[in-house]
């Protein structure tokens, strides 16, 4: 059976001071799954995505990326090979949308010619046209486009590996439901690994090979959509309970 | 208003060099504390435990009175002494702070979300520093440059104080003649100034923050400011005199302005070479000092003041003895007193004319006798001086009921004649005294040493242009009292310009001296 692409072995994690936010945790991830992350905020689900491109390093055990521990990883080659799609996206304010596509491109010495269709690649591939986008500023776009850009972003020198954390989580429900059929497509083309970090129980179905359902520091389910939805967990029936119905005559 | 226009073109040519001093010291004093300050703040945010020592050192020199910090730094070899380089340090670490702080606030107020992003995209922290915070922090720097900068306007204007030259020059002038005209000559270009700094590095500030540039045009802003900035420093430091020039110093006061420019003319007419003038330095002790760094190649001294506060000798009353004392210990240390130009400015106790008349006040001791219902005021060396306050009052039994006031000499007399004050320690060839109905009191008890007027020059300096000792000596024995009385009023009453007056007084002089060798 080939490595996991991503693997958690008894990991903990805490802050200074504080219980930890996780504990004794494990997960595995295949290449090319994707992960849907669902737990209540402050569960430690943003953690456990610091924990992968070793913006964080754990206490105790450790995490494994393409069969490498993340303490033996040059931190930034293994942030290049891991894009991260970030709560806040955090757009470079003072860069056009075209310049931050390209700033990792940009850092692993791409030639400009190179680097520029790849921006005009990427901001088709999220939906945004290149030739009215590429110059726009961020704070010209709306929050959808703005989260749009951040995942051409994250993708730009074509990581294996991406984590997103929240990416559709300030839009409304259209545009969502939009994104959602687009992530579909984009991973029907590129087959990463992703594991994606949401508080909505109806988005980790949608999108997730696997959902898993973190509280407390620990996984308290984590299978295919279908079987977590028949789970007995009393948290994982209040999430399925809190999913709105639409009501039928 | 029509006579500061008038003032202004008469001394265009001035006005244009001091201005451009002005301008040198301002933007060579501000490019180092940008090169000193950016660095160091960009250093300390990311120490939070350095920060808060740093911000409180800058925050201290920002306190301490410019003045205050010029003085310290006088006796400072290297960074100190008198003239622009000594001006230059204190400039710069008065630069600092506005920098220092808001290079710190500029990479604080970055949103961590941007930095998170910018990390996790795999930044080295100097690729994060270049590409993400710094283009940030940017406008916040850049107005920290401006405050710097528009503070330095202001600073370099008591940089005159120590011969840093600039528009500070004007502003003390008129405050030693006190002459308003003279003083907004320098005030107000030093206030445009300020305002005109201010408005182009907003302008740049903008330029900077303004998004919807292309970076093309960012770096164009930038360029233009820097190539503007070096034009200037090197333009300042072409206009620098050669070194073959003489400089010549002087105290802050009328008198000694007077005695300065004499001293510069007849170089410069009878030995034909170039002279510098660093006139208006503030007191006994920075000249002194200044000569010894070579900062100074001469100016006029008088002997009692060269004793005591100099080199704290014990106060003797013998013209000769005091002159051939003072003579050696300036040979000790490498500089030449020349012969006595001829007229012993002692210390002149005055007191109103209306009062001396109507008290019958003639001497010292008949002062003594009022003083227990008077005020005094006396300038800030006579009561630091050995030979100053403290002696007198010893000497003559002089019981004030309050502590001397301290001001500004030249005020003082201006204090006395409106009743401010009711004696003060005043030269005995002051113009005001004339000018103001003043009247001296005699020295009855001999206190105060003879102080004969000569120039002290660096030995090396006449050794090495024996066409200037020549010219110089020329003086001796050739000013008398009545000659210095008649200049000083001329300067101080009759407020005509100090230039215009030595350069009569040398052509009558140089006539009369023809007409007598034929």
């Known amino acids: ?249 | 208003m029509i006579k500061l226009l008038q003032f202004w073109i008469a001394h265009r040519v001035e006005l244009g060099v001091l201005l451009g001093q002005h301008v040198v010291l301002v933007t060579a004093s501000t490019f180092a504390a940008v090169a000193i300050g950016v660095p160091l703040g960009i250093f300390s945010s990311r120490r939070p435990r350095l920060a808060a020592p740093l911000m409180a050192a800058a925050n201290i020199v920002q306190t301490i009175p410019s003045l205050a910090m010029f003085g310290f730094l006088l006796p400072v070899p290297l960074v100190g002494g008198v003239g622009a380089r000594a001006a230059l340090v204190v400039l710069v670490l008065y630069g600092l702070l506005p920098i220092v702080r808001t290079t710190i606030a500029g990479l604080r107020g970055i949103d961590a979300s941007i930095r998170e992003a910018g990390v996790a995209m795999g930044m080295t922290p100097r690729e994060l520093l270049r590409q993400v915070e710094l283009p940030l922090a940017l406008p916040s720097i850049v107005a920290g440059v401006r405050v710097a900068a528009v503070v330095g306007v202001g600073s370099a204007t008591i940089a005159a104080a120590i011969g840093a030259g600039g528009l500070g020059e004007y502003i003390y002038r008129g405050l030693s003649m006190v002459d308003t005209t003279v003083i907004l000559a320098g005030a107000i270009p030093a206030a445009l100034l300020a305002l005109a700094v201010d408005a182009s590095l907003l302008w740049l500030e903008r330029q900077l923050s303004a998004r919807r540039r292309s970076r093309s045009g960012r770096v164009a802003a930038f360029a233009t400011g820097t190539v503007v900035a070096v034009v200037l420093l090197t333009s300042g430091v072409a206009a620098r005199r050669s070194s073959s020039a003489i400089i010549v110093g002087s105290k802050n006061f009328t008198e000694q302005l007077v005695l300065g420019e004499l001293v510069a003319q007849i170089i410069e007419r009878d030995a034909g070479m170039q002279v510098h003038r660093r006139l208006n330095l503030g007191g006994t002790l920075i000249c002194d000092g200044a000569l010894l760094s070579r900062d100074l190649d001469m100016y006029v001294e008088y002997t009692g003041t060269a004793l005591t506060a100099i080199f704290h000798q014990p106060i003797t009353t013998d013209g000769a003895a005091v002159f051939n004392t003072v003579r050696e210990l300036y040979a000790k240390t490498g500089r030449t007193l020349l012969p006595p130009l001829g007229f012993n400015n002692t210390f002149a106790i005055l007191v109103r004319g209306t009062d001396a008349r109507a008290l019958e006040l003639r001497t010292i001791d008949d002062a003594a006798r009022e003083s227990a219902h008077w005020r005094a005021g006396f300038g800030y060396e006579f009561v630091e001086r050995p030979d100053g306050f403290a002696g007198l009052s010893k000497a003559y039994n002089l019981r004030f009921p309050d502590p001397p006031r301290v001001m500004d000499l030249t005020l003082s007399y201006r204090a006395l004649a409106s009743g401010q004050v009711d004696l003060i320690a005043g030269d005995a060839t002051a113009g005001l005294i004339k000018g103001l109905d003043l009247a001296p009191l005699e020295d009855n008890r001999h206190y105060f040493p003879p102080y004969d007027a000569a120039v002290v020059a660096r030995a090396e300096t006449l050794l090495r242009y024996p066409q200037a000792r020549m010219a110089i000596e020329k003086l001796s024995g050739n000013v008398s009292a009545d000659d210095m009385r008649a200049l000083n009023y001329a300067a101080d009453v009759e407020h005509h310009d100090i230039k215009d007056i030595v350069r009569e007084f040398l052509e009558r002089r140089i006539r009369r001296a023809a007409q007598t060798s034929r």
């Open chain 1, 1 to 249: 059976m080939p490595a996991p692409a991503i693997e958690f072995r008894d990991v903990t994690y805490a802050r200074p001071g504080r219980p930890p936010v996780l504990d004794r945790f494990s997960l595995k991830v295949d290449a090319g799954e994707v992960l849907a992350l669902v737990g209540r905020s402050g569960a430690g689900k943003t953690t456990l995505l610091k924990l992968v491109n070793r913006l964080l390093l754990p206490d105790r055990g450790s995490v494994f990326v393409e069969g490498r521990d993340t303490r033996e990883w040059e931190p930034i080659r293994l942030r290049r090979r891991v894009g991260y799609v970030l709560q806040e996206v955090g757009l470079f304010p003072h860069m056009t949308v075209g310049d931050n596509v390209a700033v990792v491109p940009r850092l692993e010495g791409w030639p400009i010619e190179r680097s520029r269709a790849r921006v005009d690649e990427l901001l088709e591939l999220v939906g945004l046209a290149a030739t009215q986008f590429a110059t726009r500023w961020p704070d010209e776009l709306s929050g959808g486009q703005r989260q749009r850009v951040g995942v051409a972003r994250a993708l730009a020198v074509d990581p294996p590996v991406l984590l997103m954390d929240e990416p559709f989580g300030a839009l409304d429900p259209l545009t969502r439901a939009d994104l959602h059929a687009e992530f579909h497509r984009i991973q029907d083309r590129v087959r990463k690994t992703v594991i994606i970090v949401t508080h909505d129980m109806g988005e980790a179905f949608a999108l997730g090979n696997r959902v898993g359902v973190l509280e407390d520091g620990r996984l308290i389910a984590f299978d295919r959509p279908d079987v977590v939805a028949a789970s007995r967990e009393p948290l994982v029936r209040r999430l399925l309970d809190a999913l709105p119905t639409v009501p039928r005559s």
